[in-house]
């Protein structure tokens, strides 16, 4: 299946910071996504970005697809941001990948 | 609201015991999906079904069955030949549609064995 890598597995940051967070894949995808896993388990979307470049706040992404990564970019990072950030991709219209995550720690 | 429910939350089991997981949707999506997460880890695909009375395998299918008799309903059986169950859970859906397929997920299932 497809390989896919994420980095870096662990990220502490100050409130306020920015941060990039990236996510490599091995095969070409016609499927991508960005969650958010919160302290519950939830799993809370994000993007769908199997290309090109979307912004949601002070969360952005991009996804070049033909050199097989994605970006998640977090501005003026808060507490509510800690957590674990998947990516997931998908070579189907039915099977998705996942990342072993970042953990984001933004201390106050 | 439409969304994705699951239950129970936190689920207990003997050794030797099969168990059900309910998974219901009400956002009329094809798709739906099983995940198995351990701590610290990422999702593993376990079952996934594109339509009514049908479904493959996933990546760690061994000791899970399921069935999707309803498009709402998408049920895990977990069994006594899964080897280490004690797990978090997670099931998904999604409309299928030509350009592509956006999850979306439930709360999740915790399933200790005791």
């Known amino acids: 299946g497809i390989q896919v890598e994420q980095s870096p597995p662990d990220l502490i940051l100050q409130e306020g910071a920015n941060s990039t967070l990236r996510c490599n894949f091995s095969d070409s995808v016609n499927n991508l996504q960005w969650f958010h896993q919160n302290p519950w388990g939830q799993l809370i979307n994000l993007f769908y970005?199997?290309?090109g470049t979307k912004q949601n706040g002070r969360l952005s992404a991009t996804t070049v697809a033909t050199e097989r990564y994605s970006l998640l970019y977090i501005s003026s990072s808060q507490t509510t941001d800690s957590g674990v950030y998947f990516c997931?991709?998908?070579?189907?219209?039915?099977?998705?990948?996942f990342g072993s995550g970042t953990k984001l720690n933004v201390k106050p | 609201d439409g969304g994705i429910t699951q239950s129970p939350k936190y689920l207990f089991r003997k050794e030797g015991q099969n168990v059900t997981l309910s998974c219901e949707q009400n956002l009329n999506h094809d798709a739906m999906y099983w995940y198995r997460q351990d701590p610290g880890q990422g999702l593993r695909l376990i079952y996934y079904?594109?339509?009514?009375?049908?479904?493959q395998k996933g990546d760690i299918a061994e000791g899970y069955s399921v069935s999707r008799e309803k498009k709402e309903s998408f049920p895990l059986t977990v069994t006594s030949a899964q080897k280490n169950p004690t797990a978090f859970y997670l099931c998904a859906s999604s409309p299928r549609t030509s350009v592509g397929n956006e999850q979306f997920f439930g709360p999740g299932t915790r399933l200790t064995v005791l």
């Open positions: 970005i199997p290309s």
């Open positions: 079904s594109q339509i009514v009375n049908d479904f």
């Open positions: 997931a991709v998908g070579v189907s219209f039915n099977k998705f990948y």
